[in-house]
């Protein structure tokens, strides 16, 4: 069964700090990016940040120099380190798995999403 647990969101006052982490199934056998994206209320979704299996990083403007992205490539495990949280960081925060698993083929599999709420 091919499943990506998020954990970490929460409750947090303007300029704290939220820890995501996303674990993949090792039904995905073979990972190439993990990212996450957000959606806030009557928005888009949006990439927030990215990582390739080498370790290269983009961001969205936005969460530059304050959102940190990694990944275990032997654990299929991604975190998105988050500081100086902005009430407009306020989301359901999804993680990506752009990989191949068995039946599925190579395609994105996506998280249930974890809240992330920053107060002002």
């Known amino acids: 069964q091919v499943q990506l647990v998020e954990s970490g969101g929460g409750l947090v006052q303007a300029g704290g700090s939220l820890r995501l982490s996303c674990v993949a199934s090792?039904?995905?056998?073979?990972?190439?990016?993990m990212g996450w994206y957000r959606q806030a209320p009557g928005k888009q979704r949006e990439l927030v940040a990215v990582i390739t299996r080498g370790g290269s990083t983009n961001y969205v403007d936005s969460v530059k120099g304050r959102f940190t992205i990694s990944r275990d490539n032997a654990k299929n495990t991604a975190s998105l380190q988050m500081n100086s949280l902005k009430p407009e960081d306020t989301a359901v925060y999804y993680c990506?798995?752009?990989?191949?698993?068995?039946?599925?083929?190579?395609?994105?599999?996506w998280g249930q999403g974890t809240q992330v709420t920053v107060s002002s």
């Open positions: 090792r039904s995905i056998v073979s990972i190439d990016t």
């Open positions: 990506n798995v752009h990989g191949f698993a068995l039946v599925y083929g190579t395609r994105d599999f």
